[in-house]
Nanobody
Framework: QVQLVESGGGLVQTGGSLRLSCAASGRTFSSTTMGWFRQAPGKEREFVAAINWSGGNTYYTDSVKGRFTISRDNAKNTVYLQMDSLKPEDTAVYYC??????????????????WGQGTQVTVSS
């Protein structure tokens, strides 16, 4: 069982930065691929970024490449999402998630078994 708690969301102007954190409990964190997803009002939840257990492999959706950076600290059971050059279209609730199986796609919502409660990110124009 993995429990996830996100923090770090807020209101920021276009071009600003935020860093999201996701604190995990559970002894399997260090061996689990972690992901960040987001959901805007009226839209489906979408993949943002993921990182494998060691941090050696990272994955991003095209719209955030070069602006967002995912990282993790296994000693602290925490995964981060550094978001720079924010745009109004980045406005959404951001969720941290733990992948269900090493054989599932890192990009699919259904591949993740555990989810945090979400943190709101609002980018004003």
């Amino acid at each position: 069982q993995v429990q996830l708690v996100e923090s770090g969301g807020g209101l920021v102007q276009t071009g600003g930065s935020l860093r999201l954190s996701c604190a995990a409990s559970g002894r399997t964190f260090s061996s689990t691929t972690m992901g960040w997803f987001r959901q805007a009002p009226g839209k489906e939840r979408e993949f943002v970024a993921a990182i494998n257990w060691s941090g050696g492999n990272t994955y991003y959706t095209d719209s955030v490449k070069g602006r967002f950076t995912i990282s993790r600290d296994n000693a602290k059971n925490t995964v981060y999402l550094q978001m720079d050059s924010l745009k109004p279209e980045d406005t959404a609730v951001y969720y941290c998630a733990a992948r269900r199986s090493p054989f599932s796609s890192v990009y699919d919502v259904a591949s993740y078994a555990y989810w945090g409660q979400g943190t709101q990110v609002t980018v004003s124009s």
